[in-house]
């Protein structure tokens, strides 16, 4: 059990990936889960299941826009202060982007899918890194994209957003190993849900 007994940063809690995350690092023996997302429902809708399944696992709800850095510095303080250490930082928040062929790219939504699937996974893996320095080491994964992998069309600002991101990720695996700090991506398949309906619609 990988986190047994384990502090767990999760961002990203919405109604799929992020929340199967939660109660999967629940089953697995999570001594606490910090819940974020940017709809404060969602996360009280998490925390309900996380309870639910009877393990004693605490939570704490911290309403996060990971496109702000204070957002994310505060996320990262208000864990530390509630448990003490950060062992774990599941970065799973994301945007799809708008979807539409090569001479309809509208770049000022790219810059915004950017801002939280690049920037804003960075900006809270950083300040999660420093209480993790701090402690002698933990573990970031980065919940990254097939798409990185096999290019889907009329994708490709939120493609684009997800490649920078696994390089950025191998930059800085390099960078925090000597801090016995890893950071991993996981690159997924499709979950159904609204943005896939959303992306299949329109296609």
């Known amino acids: 059990m990988l986190v047994?007994?384990?502090?767990?940063?999760?961002?990203?809690?919405?109604p799929g990936l992020g929340v199967e995350l939660a109660l999967c690092a629940a089953r697995e023996g999570a001594a606490a889960i910090v819940l974020a997302a940017r709809t404060a429902s969602k996360l009280a809708d998490a925390a309900e299941q996380i309870d639910a399944l009877?393990?004693?696992t605490k939570t704490l709800q911290v309403p996060t826009d990971i496109a702000d850095p204070e957002a994310c510095s505060a996320l990262a303080t208000k864990a530390h202060e509630a448990f003490g250490r950060i062992d774990?930082?599941?970065n799973s928040?994301?945007?799809p982007g708008s979807f539409g062929p090569w001479n309809k790219w509208k770049f000022d939504d790219w810059r915004k899918t950017f801002d939280v699937n690049l920037f804003g996974s960075l900006q809270l893996s950083r300040e999660v890194a420093k209480y993790m320095k701090e402690q002698g080491g933990?573990?970031?994964v980065m919940v990254n994209s097939m798409v990185t992998r096999k290019v889907i069309g009329m994708q490709a600002g939120y493609a684009t957003s997800k490649g920078a991101l696994a390089v950025a990720s191998r930059a800085l695996a390099t960078e925090l190993a000597p801090l016995?700090?890893?950071v991993n991506s996981c690159f997924m398949g499709w979950m159904w849900g609204a943005n896939v309906?959303?992306?299949v619609d329109s296609a």
């Not at 047994?4 to 919405?14: A, E, F, T, W």
Request: hydrophobic share 45%; net charge positive; proline share 0%.
């Open 4 to 14: 047994k007994d384990k502090v767990i940063i999760i961002s990203g809690i919405g």
């Open 54 to 56: 009877g393990l004693g």
């Open 180 to 182: 016995k700090i890893r």
């Open 93 to 95: 928040a994301y945007i």
């Open 138 to 140: 933990g573990s970031i």
């Open 197 to 199: 309906k959303a992306y």
């Open 88 to 90: 774990g930082l599941i």
